[in-house]
């Protein structure tokens, strides 16, 4: 078996914990498919990315339709934008995270997340998005 494939057995194996689905929060969420330990990172990747901040003037020429993925898709407050350096070509799941009060996940500063409770199958991930971006969330 070749080494390529050997890392992504691993990855499967070690590093696949949620699937998407319908959300009984709002629209659609994110969900265990396994038990995911207190401490660890569900939505580990492969991909190497990270998110730059663009202000919201620098985003105002692009097409109509492009600012409205931005808008459904990146986390943005009254400062800016943040974009993944993967584009909107690519999918990640962090960006399907529903919104709780009582959250099971949060993101660390480094842009990674990590489980802050045992996680059952079937259970939705949630995160606070005031205490991650510091902002007054109204969709409790």
Same mark, same amino acid.
């Given at each position: 078996? $070749?080494?390529? =494939? =050997? !890392?992504?057995?691993d990855?499967?194996?070690? !590093? +696949?914990?949620? @699937?998407?689905?319908? $959300? &009984?929060?709002?629209?659609? %969420? +994110?969900?265990?498919?396994?038990? *995911?330990?207190? %401490?660890?990172? &569900?939505?580990? $990747?492969?991909? =190497?990315?990270? !998110? *730059?901040?663009?202000?919201?003037? !620098?985003?105002?020429?692009? &097409?109509p %339709?492009?600012?409205?993925?931005?808008?459904?898709?990146?986390?943005?407050?009254?400062?800016? +934008?943040?974009? $993944?350096?993967?584009?909107?070509?690519?999918?990640?799941?962090?960006?399907?995270?529903?919104?709780?009060?009582? &959250?099971?996940?949060?993101?660390?500063?480094?842009?990674?997340?990590?489980?802050?409770? @045992?996680? =059952? *199958? %079937?259970?939705?991930?949630?995160?606070?998005?005031?205490?991650?971006?510091?902002?007054?969330?109204?969709?409790?």
């Amino acid at each position: 078996m $070749s080494d390529l =494939k =050997k !890392e992504i057995l691993d990855h499967l194996g070690q !590093e +696949v914990f949620c @699937r998407l689905g319908a $959300s &009984p929060l709002h629209g659609v %969420g +994110v969900f265990a498919i396994r038990s *995911i330990a207190k %401490g660890s990172n &569900p939505l580990k $990747s492969r991909l =190497k990315h990270r !998110e *730059i901040l663009f202000s919201h003037e !620098e985003l105002k020429a692009l &097409p109509p %339709g492009v600012r409205k993925q931005i808008e459904m898709f990146c986390y943005y407050d009254d400062d800016g +934008v943040l974009i $993944s350096t993967m584009g909107l070509n690519t999918m990640d799941f962090a960006i399907y995270l529903n919104h709780s009060k009582q &959250p099971n996940l949060r993101m660390n500063k480094d842009g990674s997340f990590e489980a802050l409770r @045992r996680i =059952k *199958i %079937g259970e939705e991930l949630t995160m606070d998005y005031d205490h991650s971006f510091d902002d007054e969330h109204h969709f409790d």
